[in-house]
């Protein structure tokens, strides 16, 4: 372990190390390698003994092709500084060396040499340099280069087809089993017609740079004198970036069998070139070959950035001017930026290089392969050529830019790898084992083994190996908790003593403090323009400013020259500090009135002891020791080479943007330092949104003549926190009255749609739905081209897969579930046909695979009277939509009659009683009609009677709609979404155009996009519905909208021109005057305007009870089991909750906001989430949301029986003095708005603190 800060400077501290390992994409860590590191003078070692990795894991051969990681976690000596460090990749091999074969072509000529590259690497993938390597049954023994390639050069027989090629490494030291070993098949090239005749290319090296003659030597072989004789030249083409950079001959002598040419590399070669050969054989035979050269990836020009001078070089302060030296190409314009090097220290990947550059060039090469070819046309179709002759020589037209690649194999998923005791020693099945394992972990809600084993949904068999090792581990786990209380204390001020003279240190008028931190700076672009030297390169000196941070600078440049084309030059470093600093760190916010702690940290880089004054500067906004008249300081001695952390109390008393000012200095000397950072206070309180006016624009039906004014009265905010503003938004956009669906929903919002499937039966369904809808609406509405024609090769593939993965999930008798052993699902099943039935026409299906799941449903699953019944319902609940819940039996039959009628045209003449079972199904729809109560179901089982002509008029289904243009329910905004998509569908299916254009407008203004968690229904239906509509429903041009809106105090109105071009581009305005004003609106066309007040409300004084939802939170004190620095206190947080209804809530959702300066222990979270009893779905932690970090977590479901309880810790680094309470709310996903919110606070009961202020001002306590 190498530890530094980023100004270079060793540390001392300590390291936290935990050893894993990577399998697959997923890791398991071994606990016991925990371990706890002293680093001393920035050194640490930490070690995994082989016995602790065959404790965790008892077959180490099966790790093999895996990989260890380690994750390191320093904390410095104050305690100030954390930064954690994985390093991953560490391979698990039963060598020390891997050969690749590497631009090594795939075909010989017999009786020829063969150039056989091969690239050896060290288990860190690094280039292993200086080891031999050798070809089983060939002669000879090379050693690999510095960059780890050899080429072996092989006499390949003359009569075989097919020669396997074994090469291994002849390491002295190493046994014949630890040897590495690659094996290959090499093809004989197929002479033209069977002739005999030959070309072999080679070069002398396997990388050149510019400024090399590289010797090129053309070999011919043939059996016939009168070809050899008859050959007087070899035509070849050089071929780089994509194009044929240059042609010629090269003149042959008589019978000669060698003939070299020198080839000069030049720039324009950058990256790679290839060389393409061939001659004539007359009368009609071609004989070609072709070779790949690598070049070293280098600018095509020159660019170097450095310090002007020797004293530019050296350690800077902060501060303080230097000058760079930019030499670079005449006339290029370059780009520099300083960018801090703590940036890359949370991520290198984006950061750009030269090999970057011409990486991505060697993407776009078209050619195909090392080299060769099958034959005379392969040759040039690999290398990217298209051939056309008029002997009947020609290569295929190729339909891909990219060659097409050879399926990837799977690699196989480790087996049995957790060993954990031998009470889990016990199971011998891999499942089953980790049933046992999770019932031996601790459940911090404390629930017993039984009603753990009732979350358990993989089978008895799991639950009986969970209850057996959970029983088990409990009579002999020691279960005492002890709770601790961390007394939250405040710094006292070392006032100085009677005889130590204030004047010795520095003045702190006389210190300037540092407060310019930016993360990048220099952002500017320079022409060089001086003049050049012999070798066309510029020199320019420029003068620059560095900035306060203490750290290390690295100067990035970047030149674009019309000669010489781009070039990244390495980044030069630039290491700022001083021998004394202050680090001064603050919390990303604080609440308004809560007391936090802060903290300075000074350091010391002298040889000598220091007597140091630090104080910190009196802020009117903030509250602290320090006062107008009397700042707080703190004097004391700083030993050498050393820091200390100083605490400082402060309590925020107002909003916004506030300066916290630490100074110090040093006795006796003219030493000293400050620094000066913004701290962000927020209100107290709860954001929240609250919509004041939705209304329609439509002058010519609303208007007094033609004129239509909207007054819009004020919001009440009788609930608003005191001194905190409020912001009103005014959006206003036009609603063309037949929409042009590509518009309402622009194509650049559907990208996150184009997901990768995977998971089991439902959850590939989940991940497939977004991609076969968004490719069916965008094939529709024809929007490719604005998202991306090639990414229609990207999705399609995409479908692919997910199809395929499905089948996976197939019974022999067509039907569905989400694990093989589970029974079919009855949703399932017809989902997956509505699904396959719409991707057939955008991918290969067999139909009978769609078929197949149709037969099934009318054959297993219908009963005589036409219902068709669930027996399996499907776990993940989310997929469902709303069908989840009232009247089920007939939103299940109707589902599935949209799922038989949308596969008709497939299955009608494979499925023979089909069109019987759909109208036996469509009567009892009928049946039922009149009598259904809710707007999902009447716009469900419309659109099932409209496909099958059932439905004779749209009164029932327009009596249940919400004027016109929407099928709600309330508080459920994505059943509102799938259900009008469900009713637009029947209007269509009935040929209602007047009814239909309110509907696809209300659609379009919710703005919807899909994806997301729980939205599987609402995506596929809204875009089928609008695809649907904009086929069926011409577009209509009459638009003139003008809307002038005078906001409050406000001399003149803001006016909006909404026309067809611009009618759907959304307009608005902003005040944060809560006050009423005005809105008018005239011309022809529709428009809706939305206004929307957000403030902070007051926390609620008392428990109100929640109409929906029972919501408890508890807050303990609890020990972390083992100390970990940095860590001042942790807490266990219990949650508890039940749906208040006659049903369980579907997938609902708790938003817990987390208090200042704690966050969520991950492990607890994930151990929720992945054990075999699942208490969430999923949790995601969010600190976007709000000022403070959110702690999402989703769950399938509440259940309205029984409580559902979660617990975790969370651990606090920031100390504070006063914490406000934070909030935990649930919602059902589906009912966003019927939530209930409940407050905590770690020693408040309730989360209510004692009123700190008077009237609706704040004082200072201390």
């Known amino acids: 372990l190498i530890p530094r800060y980023l100004y270079g400077k060793r540390l001392q501290g300590t390291a936290f190390v935990l050893f894993g390992v990577m399998v697959d994409d997923e890791k398991k860590s071994i606990p016991q390698s925990l371990r706890r590191v002293q680093i001393t003078d920035g050194d640490g070692e930490a070690v995994l003994p082989m016995a602790m990795l065959r404790q965790r894991f008892a077959n180490v051969q099966e790790l093999v092709g895996h990989s260890l990681y380690v994750t390191v976690t320093v904390l410095t000596e104050s305690g100030s500084d954390m930064v954690e460090a994985q390093r991953t990749g560490i391979h698990i091999v039963t060598s020390p060396y891997t050969i690749h074969f590497t631009h090594t072509p795939k075909y010989f000529k017999p009786g020829m040499p063969f150039d056989l590259m091969v690239y050896v690497t060290n288990p860190d993938n690094s280039p292993a340099a200086r080891i031999p390597v050798k070809a089983d049954n060939f002669q000879g023994l090379v050693s690999t280069q510095r960059d780890g390639t050899a080429k072996l050069v092989l006499n390949m027989p003359a009569d075989k087809t097919s020669v396997p090629i074994t090469v291994r490494t002849a390491q002295k030291e190493l046994l014949p089993d630890r040897q590495a070993s690659r094996q290959m098949i090499a093809q004989a090239y197929q002479s033209q017609g069977g002739s005999g005749n030959f070309l072999h290319l080679a070069v002398g090296a396997s990388e050149v740079q510019p400024g090399d003659n590289l010797l090129v030597n053309f070999h011919l072989k043939s059996n016939n004198d009168a070809v050899r004789k008859s050959v007087a030249y070899f035509t070849y083409l050089i071929l780089s970036k994509g194009h044929i950079v240059h042609v010629g001959r090269q003149q042959r002598e008589g019978d000669q069998s060698l003939v070299t040419m020198s080839l000069p590399v030049t720039a324009k070669l950058i990256p790679s070139f290839r060389i393409v050969a061939y001659y004539h054989v007359m009368p009609s035979e071609i004989v070609a070959d072709s070779i790949w050269v690598n070049v070293k990836d280098t600018c095509m020009g020159s660019l170097v950035v450095k310090g002007a001078t020797e004293a530019d070089n050296r350690v800077h302060e902060p501060g303080t001017p230097m000058r760079l030296r930019i030499e670079g190409d005449h006339k290029a314009h370059v780009g520099l930026v300083a960018v801090d090097k703590g940036v890359f220290v949370l991520s290198k990947k984006n950061k750009l290089t030269q090999t970057k550059v011409w990486n991505t060039v060697e993407n776009s090469d078209i050619g195909c392969t090392a080299g060769s070819g099958k034959d005379n046309v392969g040759v040039f179709t690999d290398a990217g050529l298209s051939l056309s002759t008029n002997v009947n020589i020609n290569t295929l037209q190729r339909t891909e830019v990219q060659c097409t690649k050879p399926a990837k194999r799977k690699r196989r998923s480790l087996q049995l790898l957790e060993y954990k005791g031998t009470k889990a020693a016990e199971y011998t099945d891999r499942n ?691 100390e970990q620095e940095g860590i001042i206190r942790s807490v266990k947080i219990t949650i508890c909750t039940r749906y208040l209804d006659n049903v369980d809530a579907t997938m609902s959702i708790l938003d817990i906001s987390m208090l200042t300066g704690f966050y969520p222990d991950l492990q607890d979270l994930k151990s929720l989430s992945e054990r075999v009893e699942r208490y969430i779905s999923k949790f995601e932690i969010n600190q976007v949301l709000s000022d403070r970090s959110n702690l999402i977590i989703y769950f399938d479901k509440i259940s309205h029986q029984v409580e559902e309880c979660i617990a975790f810790r969370a651990h606090q680094q920031f100390q504070v003095g006063l914490i406000q309470p934070a909030s935990v709310t649930v919602y059902s996903y589906y009912k966003i708005d019927d939530r209930c919110t409940r407050f905590y606070h770690p020693d408040k009961d309730g989360g209510q603190l004692k009123k700190i202020c008077h009237g609706d001002v704040c004082r200072c306590a201390e």
């Open 432 to 1122: 089953l084992r980790k049933c046992c394992e999770d019932g031996m972990r601790e459940n911090l809600m404390g629930y017993s083994c039984e009603k753990r084993a009732t979350y358990i949904l993989d089978g008895n068999a799991c639950t009986q190996a969970f209850l057996d090792c959970c029983i088990y581990i409990k009579g002999i786990r020691d279960e005492k908790l002890r709770e601790f209380q961390l007394e939250l204390a405040r710094s006292k001020g070392l006032l100085p003593s009677p005889g130590e003279v204030d004047d010795e240190f520095l003045a702190d008028e006389d210190i300037t403090s540092r407060s310019l931190f930016p993360e990048s700076w220099l952002w500017q672009v320079e022409e060089l323009t001086e003049p050049p030297n012999e070798l066309g390169i510029s020199t320019k000196t420029l003068p620059v400013y560095l900035k306060d941070s203490i750290t290390t600078w690295e100067v990035l440049a970047i030149s674009l020259s019309e000669k010489k084309g781009l070039c990244v030059a390495d980044p030069y470093e630039i290491t700022v500090m001083k021998e004394f600093f202050i680090d001064l760190r603050l919390p990303y916010s604080v609440v308004r009135n809560e007391q936090v702690e802060i903290r300075a940290i000074l350091y010391n880089y002298w040889k000598h002891k220091i007597k140091v004054r630090v104080e910190l500067m009196h802020n009117p906004a903030l509250c602290s020791a320090s006062t107008s008249k009397a700042r707080y300081q703190q004097i004391f001695e700083l030993e050498a080479q050393s820091s200390r952390a100083v605490p400082f109390v402060i309590v925020p008393l107002q909003l916004g943007q506030h300066e916290v000012e630490v100074k110090a200095a040093v006795r006796g000397s003219f030493v000293a330092d400050g620094v000066k950072k913004k701290l962000k206070v927020v209100p107290e309180g709860m954001r929240l949104e609250k919509t004041v006016k939705i209304v329609e624009l439509d002058p010519k039906t609303r208007g007094n003549n033609g004129v239509q004014e909207v007054k819009v009265t004020a919001a009440n905010l009788s609930d608003i926190v005191p001194n905190t503003e409020s912001e009103t938004k005014v959006s206003i956009q036009g609603n063309p009255v037949s929409i042009m669906v590509e518009k309402a929903i622009d194509a650049g919002k559907l990208k996150h749609l184009i997901v990768t499937p995977s998971g089991c039966g439902e959850q590939n369904m989940i991940g497939m739905t977004p991609t076969v809808i968004a490719v069916h609406y965008l094939d529709i509405t024809r929007q490719w081209e604005s998202f991306g024609i090639d990414r229609r090769t990207e999705a399609t593939s995409l479908i692919k897969k997910g199809y395929t993965q499905q089948l996976a999930f197939r019974k022999a008798d067509g039907s569905y579930a989400a694990f093989n052993h589970r029974s079919s699902s009855t949703w399932l099943t017809a989902y997956v046909a509505k699904v396959f039935a719409m991707a057939i026409k955008l991918v290969d299906i067999d139909p009978e695979v769609v078929c197949g799941a149709i037969k099934w449903l009318i054959l297993e699953k219908q009963k005589p009277d036409g219902i068709f019944q669930e027996d399996a319902p499907v776990i993940h609940k989310e997929m469902v939509g709303g069908y989840e819940g009232a009247e089920p039996e007939v939103s299940l039959t109707a589902f599935v009659l949209v799922a038989l009628q949308e596969a008709r045209q497939i299955c009608k003449d494979h499925v023979k009683s089909l069109d019987g079972r759909i109208a036996i199904a469509s009567e009892y729809l009928a049946r039922r009609y009149q009598s259904l109560s809710r707007p999902y179901t009447v716009a469900l089982t419309s659109y099932a009677l409209a496909l099958t002509g059932k439905l004779k008029n749209e009164k029932l289904l327009l009596k249940y709609s919400k004027g016109g243009n929407r099928w709600e329910e309330r508080n459920a905004h994505t059943y509102n979404i799938e259900g009008t998509s469900y009713a637009l569908l029947a209007l269509l299916q009935m040929e209602k155009p007047e009814l239909t254009a309110p509907v696809a407008r209300w659609l379009a203004q919710q703005n919807y996009f899909g994806g997301g968690y729980g939205s599987t229904q609402a995506t596929i239906m809204v875009f089928q519905a609008l695809a649907q509509y904009q086929v069926a429903v011409p577009r209509q041009l009459e638009f003139s909208l003008d809307v002038s809106v005078l906001l409050p105090r406000r001399a003149s109105p803001i006016t909006y021109r909404i026309e067809n071009s611009n009618a759907l581009v959304a307009r608005s305005a902003e005040t944060k005057l809560n006050e009423d004003f005005t809105v008018k609106a005239e011309g022809t066309g529709k428009g809706t305007m939305t206004v929307v007040t957000v403030y902070n409300a007051k926390v609620p004084e008392k428990d109100n009870k929640c109409d929906n939802f029972d919501l408890r939170v508890d807050v303990e004190d609890v020990k972390t089991g083992k």
